[in-house]
């Protein structure tokens, strides 16, 4: 159990400290927990192993008590604890994150800093969960900026690799601005997902056939 002091939401202003801090937080005490609050842990309900149901049980009440002591009285109020984590975090997300000019800055920090540390697989692992996160939180990242943090972001090694994939998407974007009055965002944003999932398998198989090679670093210096 992690003795640090949870910490406390109080409003929209140190919405994005807490966060920060409440998912420290959460992982000190049972990383487990935030896959509840996120809505990504398995439902109890589609489980057959007794014990792991049990566990996801006790896992998902435990995140709504915390949830409810890490944020003010006064918002703890208007939460009723027959919630879900998952539906109080939403509430959370947009009644605290919902309108303030750092929101767009946010999306891409949590991926335009990671930089690849063990496997090809694992960074790519932790794109996919991140992006998957925001979605869950009405807030998408979109393709692209997923695209070019794969892309930039493994290691110096790769990049002869990933030079098709960018040339690729580069002719794309040329294609998109060339044909501008018949290619509309989401016909570009599909395509650029798509390149996203090919780029993610060929650096996969890449990954499992070469030597691995890893930095000291997870993240970029601010």
């Known amino acids: 159990m992690s003795m640090a002091a949870p910490p406390v939401l109080r409003g929209c202003r140190d919405y994005y400290t807490w966060r920060r801090q409440f998912r420290i937080y959460v992982d000190g005490v049972n990383p487990m927990m935030w896959e509840a609050i996120t809505g990504t842990a398995l439902h109890p309900a589609d489980v057959t192993d007794e014990r792991l149901r049990i566990s996801l049980q006790t896992t998902a009440r435990r995140a709504v008590n915390i949830l409810i002591r890490c944020v003010a ?44 540390v063990g496997s090809v697989d694992e960074f790519i692992s932790n794109i996919e969960r991140t992006a998957n996160e925001r979605a869950l939180m009405d807030h998408p990242i979109d393709a692209g900026t997923k695209l070019g943090c794969l892309i930039r972001g493994v290691q110096p090694h790769l990049h002869p690799y990933t030079a098709a994939y960018e040339a690729q998407w580069e002719s794309i974007a040329l294609n998109k601005t060339t044909n501008a009055a018949g290619a509309s965002n989401a016909e570009l944003e599909l395509e650029l997902e798509r390149l996203f999932d090919t780029a993610a398998m060929g650096l996969r198989n890449y990954g499992k056939h070469r030597p691995q090679q890893y930095v000291s670093v997870h993240r970029r210096s601010q």
């Open 73 to 116: 009285p006064e918002i703890a109020n208007v939460i009723r604890e027959e919630q879900t984590a998952n539906v109080i975090w939403k509430y959370l997300e947009r009644h605290y994150s919902k309108g303030t000019i750092i929101q767009p800055y946010v999306l891409l920090s949590e991926l335009v800093h990671l930089i690849q």
